[in-house]
């Protein structure tokens, strides 16, 4: 079965409103979660690291302000996309690293539409 | 940057094995090689994994060249379930600690 939860799975918004994505880890505690985002017909790129207890760490060209990740607890990382534009309609999908296992487990994704 | 390089596509018939290649030529000693696929509008899915020997599980094998510079995954027999973008990823670690970069994968198209 998953081990990792994404909610909403789909999500439709007014441009300039703030969505909340989240990403649950259901059978382990995770210190760090990652999320990606993949546009149409592209591959997924890494957006950030989430780190539990720290501040998450950005990839180059990311707006952290604008991208706000809290990973409130060792199952829980959430990704807030604010004031979204039409321009942040994509696929978000987070993955989680898991102690003893070499792969990692990927999040069902989050299809968002900003009208 | 990549640091694979796939076919953009392939097709296979059901029932047939599918053969993906993938060039890792700049592969480190200690870099293993991932399979990760991607059916659409899902998250990647783990497949296989190796460093230098060949491995197989119930998904798939992975044929790794002996100089490490190229794999093969290989689906032994292809449904229309296996339609999907397949991902070959390296990495310089095992276990999670890693994070996946990937390129464009090879789109598979599994047809009857």
């Known amino acids: 079965g998953a081990v990792v939860s994404q909610h909403p799975s789909w999500v439709i918004c007014k441009s300039g409103t703030s969505v909340k994505i989240e990403c649950r880890s259901l059978d382990f505690q995770a210190t760090t979660m990652f999320w990606y985002r993949q546009f149409p017909k592209q591959s997924l790129m890494l957006m950030a690291t989430?780190?539990?207890?720290?501040?998450?760490?950005?990839e180059q060209g990311v707006e952290k302000d604008k991208f706000l990740i809290n990973h409130a607890s060792l199952t829980l990382s959430t990704l807030t996309v604010t004031s979204a534009h039409p321009e942040d309609s994509s696929f978000y999908i987070c993955?989680?690293?898991?102690?003893?296992?070499?792969?990692?487990?990927f999040g069902p994704g989050t299809r968002l539409t900003v009208l | 940057d990549a640091k694979t390089t796939q076919p953009t596509s392939m097709d296979c018939a059901e029932g047939r094995a599918a053969n993906l290649p993938c060039n890792h030529s700049t592969i480190s000693g200690n870099e293993y090689v991932y399979w990760y696929r991607q059916i659409h509008s899902q998250g990647p899915q783990y497949i296989i994994h190796?460093?230098?020997n060949n491995e197989t599980n119930e998904m798939a094998s992975l044929i790794i060249t002996e100089d490490r510079k190229s794999s093969t995954l290989i689906l032994p027999h292809a449904t229309l379930r296996d339609t999907a973008v397949y991902y070959c990823?390296?990495?310089?670690?095992?276990?999670?600690?890693?994070?996946?970069?990937f390129g464009r994968g090879t789109s598979l198209i599994v047809h009857p």
């Open positions: 993955s989680v690293p898991r102690e003893g296992y070499n792969e990692q487990f």
């Open positions: 990823i390296v990495s310089p670690a095992s276990g999670g600690s890693y994070i996946p970069t």
């Open positions: 989430s780190n539990e207890g720290s501040k998450a760490t950005y």
């Open positions: 190796g460093l230098k």
